[in-house]
């Protein structure tokens, strides 16, 4: 495969296709914050139960994301990308015809663990693609999709409901995965992979570091997208907030003030 020696040209557009691929794994998952009360509400369930939702998710993703680097070097990154996004679209048209709450417990976990393929997977492709001189920069573009997607996750969803339900965002989503999955299997090549080194599973979960950096990163996690993931939900229903209020408001420092 000759890599892109530059971003410029394909190698600019193939790297924006990437960051709009991350982009959209991302906002799956950011998406379910701005439109919980709303899902709540139709479910009529606790705020606990609703909130159990992004556990679910997360329990998945962080599954995948674990055990992605033991098998998707052996099935193929491009060919675990697109089972990502094939996988991914088939469950976001699935959420669109829900009627039992329990249910998206094991569609939450299911998207966790589908998207959570997508990452370990496309860095390798970027690396294979791109000249050493350009992974710094093609990384670092590829990577701010996540930031702008929990930014623009609220703008989005509140744009999409002025015109269709929320079970209508997923079909939205469904049917840009399916579309993207067809893209990327004509616009990508399968890496070739002169032989996976072997790596003992007992000698890497007994080492220490490893269970210390995880749990670090399990609490910073939580302090970052488990509060992000509820306040919306909280200023809703707890403050009786408008929905378009709690997701846009905050961000130009005007607050109602509140009695006690």
Request: proline letters at 4%.
């Amino acid at each position: 495969m000759v890599p892109y020696h530059g971003l410029k040209g394909k190698g600019f557009c193939f790297i924006l296709f990437l960051w709009f691929l991350w982009f959209m794994n991302f906002n799956v998952r950011t998406i379910f914050s701005p439109i919980m009360p709303l899902i709540e509400d139709e479910f009529m369930v606790s705020h606990a139960r609703a909130s159990s939702v992004f556990v679910f998710q997360s329990m998945g993703y962080g599954l995948s994301l674990f055990f992605s680097g033991f098998f998707c070097g052996r099935l193929g990154y491009r060919k675990s990308i697109i089972i990502s996004l094939v996988v991914s679209s088939a469950l976001f048209f699935s959420i669109s015809f829900v009627k039992e709450f329990s249910l998206l417990y094991l569609l939450s976990l299911i998207c966790g663990i589908s998207t959570g393929i997508y990452l370990p997977s496309a860095i390798p492709l970027i690396t294979e693609y791109f000249s050493e001189g350009t992974w710094g920069r093609s990384i670092a573009i590829h990577d701010s999709a996540a930031s702008i997607s929990i930014f623009s996750a609220p703008f989005i969803a509140l744009f999409l409901l002025r015109f269709i339900q929320w079970r209508g965002i997923f079909t939205i989503f469904g049917v840009i995965f399916a579309l993207a999955a067809v893209t990327f299997y004509f616009v990508s090549d399968e890496l070739k992979i002169a032989g996976a080194r072997r790596v003992v599973v007992g000698d890497l979960i007994r080492t220490k570091a490893l269970w210390i950096m995880a749990i670090l990163w399990i609490f910073a996690a939580g302090a970052n997208l488990g509060v992000y993931f509820i306040v919306p939900l909280y200023l809703t229903k707890e403050l009786s907030l408008p929905i378009e209020y709690a997701n846009t408001r905050p961000l130009h420092g005007n607050y109602p003030s509140f009695s006690l």
